[in-house]
C-alpha cells in the first residue's frame, strides 16, 4: 500500500487537495467517488522524493489546468522530472516524534501509529512523508530504514537512535528523548537569537541616527560657518569633511558594503576558505573560547543521548561528530574516532586533540571507568552549556552600555564641534 497525492472537485465545485493510502491509483479514485469527491488528478508519491506544494488555495481553474498538464508530461518521465526534497522545521519535527513517540508506548501497532499521526497531521509536507513511511513499513521495512528514505527530514543520528531503539525494545523512549532533545536545541537556539536582537536594534538605531545627522543636520549648521569664513577648529573641519564625504558617496558606500557581504558568502561557500574562516573563528581571544564551548558541549550531549540510547560507541563518535559546525573541531572529533576505533580508550583519544575541555576529558575517564559514561557525558555538556550562557549573557550585557558610551560619544564629538565655531562667532561679535 502506497501514498497518493490527490486534486478533487467536491460537490459545490470547490477544488480541493489532499492525500490518500491505497494500492493502486484506480483504488484511490474510487475512494474518492465514495466521499463525493469527483478526482481530477492522482499522483503516487515516490520514495525519498517529494513534488513541490503549493500553499496557495485559492489558485484559478487555469492555473490548476497548467499543472495538471505539467504533472501528466513529467509523469511519463520517471526519473528526469526535478523534484524537491522536503525539510520540515525543529517544531514539525518534534512534534511528530512526541506524537509517534505517545502512540508506541500507548502499545498501538507501529502502522497504526504512523496513520494515527498523519491524520493527526494539518501539514500535507509531514502527512505524505508519514504515510510514505508507513507504506515502507507495511513492505516490511523497519522504522530506520523507512525514515532512510528522507535523510534531509531525519537525519543520521535520528536514525541510528530509532534502530537502536528498535533493535532493543524500548523504542517509544527513545523517540521521547528525541523529541526532549529537539526541543531543547531548539529553546537554545531561540533564546540565543532573542538575546542578540536588542543588542543589534540598539546598534542600527545608534548608526541610523549618526547617518542621519551626518548628512541632514550638520550641512545645514555647518554651511553658516563656511559663509562666515571664519577660521574653524580640527573638530568642526574633520565633522565638515566627513559630512561632505557621506552626502557625495554615501550611496556608493552603502553598496560597497552590500556587494562585501555577497562576496563574502561566496567566498565562504568553497571547504577551503570556509575552513580558513573557522580557523580564524578558533584563533579569537572571547569568540574562539565561546565557539569550542558551544562545539564540544553539542557534542558531548549527543554522544551521551546515543550512548544511553544503545547506539554502539564508534557510530555514536561518528554521529556526534557530524553536529559540530566548526570545521576544525569537527576534524579533531574524527580523528578521536579513527583513535578510538583503534583499540584507545575515549578520554585518552579526546585529550590527545587538545581541543577538547579538562572537565569533558575528565568525565570521560569517570565514565569508562565506572560504567557511567552517558551520564558522565550529559554532566559535562551540562556545565558546558551553563558556562556558555553565563559567558554569552555577560558579553551581551557589556555590548549595551558600549553601544550606548559609544552612541553619547560620537554625538558628543558633533555637539562640541558645532558648539565651538558657534561660541567663536559670538565673540567676534
Known amino acids: 500500500m502506497g501514498a497518493f497525492r490527490y486534486q478533487a472537485l467536491n460537490t459545490q465545485g470547490k477544488l480541493i487537495k489532499g492525500t490518500q493510502e491505497g494500492d493502486t491509483e484506480r483504488q484511490v479514485r474510487a475512494q474518492l467517488r465514495q466521499q463525493q469527491l469527483k478526482p481530477v488528478s492522482v499522483e503516487k508519491i515516490s520514495a525519498g522524493k517529494l513534488s513541490r506544494q503549493s500553499g496557495d488555495k485559492s489558485n484559478d481553474k487555469a492555473t490548476s489546468k497548467a499543472k495538471q498538464k505539467s504533472r501528466q508530461l513529467n509523469s511519463g518521465r520517471s526519473g528526469s522530472a526535478k523534484s524537491f526534497s522536503t525539510r520540515l522545521g525543529v517544531k514539525d519535527l518534534s512534534l511528530f516524534t512526541r506524537q509517534l513517540a505517545s502512540l508506541v508506548q500507548s502499545g498501538m501497532p507501529l502502522a497504526e501509529s504512523l496513520q494515527a499521526v498523519a491524520k493527526q497531521s494539518r501539514k500535507d509536507a509531514i502527512k505524505n512523508i508519514v504515510l510514505q513511511v508507513r507504506s515502507r513499513v507495511l513492505e516490511g521495512l523497519s522504522l530506520a530504514q523507512a525514515l532512510g528514505d528522507y535523510p534531509r527530514v531525519f537525519d543520521g543520528m535520528y536514525r541510528a537512535m530509532v534502530n537502536a531503539g528498535e533493535q532493543a525494545g524500548f523504542l517509544g523512549p527513545v523517540l521521547e528523548r528525541l523529541s526532549e532533545y529537539a526541543e531543547t536545541s531548539h529553546a537554545s537556539r531561540q533564546q540565543l537569537k532573542s538575546a542578540m536582537v536588542y543588542p543589534i536594534i540598539l546598534v542600527l538605531v545608534c548608526l541610523s541616527i549618526v547617518v542621519g545627522l551626518m548628512v541632514f543636520i550638520v550641512p545645514k549648521i555647518t554651511s553658516v560657518f563656511v559663509r562666515a569664513k571664519q577660521e574653524l577648529p580640527w573638530a568642526t573641519e574633520i565633522l565638515i569633511s566627513m559630512s561632505d ?72 563518535l561518528r554521529i556526534s561528530a557530524q553536529t559540530m559546525g566548526n570545521e576544525i573541531l569537527r576534524e579533531q572529533a574524527e580523528k578521536a574516532t579513527v583513535t578510538v576505533e583503534g583499540g584507545t580508550s575515549l578520554h585518552r583519544a579526546l585529550d590527545k586533540t587538545e581541543i577538547f575541555p579538562p572537565l569533558m576529558v575528565q568525565m570521560a575517564s569517570s565514565g569508562e571507568a565506572n560504567g557511567t559514561l552517558a551520564e558522565q557525558l550529559d554532566y559535562s555538556a551540562r556545565s558546558q552549556q551553563r558556562e556558555l550562557d553565563l559567558q554569552l549573557s555577560t558579553a551581551f550585557n557589556i555590548i549595551e552600555p558600549a553601544t550606548i558610551v559609544f552612541m553619547g560619544a560620537v554625538i558628543g564629538f558633533i555637539m562640541i564641534a558645532i558648539i565651538i565655531p558657534i561660541i567663536n562667532m559670538s565673540d567676534l561679535a
Open 245 to 316: 564625504f557621506l552626502q557625495s558617496n554615501g550611496l556608493y558606500v552603502l553598496i560597497a558594503i552590500i556587494l562585501s557581504c555577497f562576496a563574502v558568502q561566496f567566498w565562504l561557500r568553497m571547504p577551503s576558505n570556509m575552513r580558513k574562516w573557522h580557523g580564524v573563528l578558533l584563533r579569537l581571544p572571547i569568540i574562539g573560547h565561546i565557539v569550542v564551548q558551544s562545539d564540544t558541549s553539542r557534542f558531548a550531549s549527543t554522544l551521551s543521548m546515543l550512548i544511553s540510547s544503545g547506539v554502539p560507541l564508534i557510530n555514536s
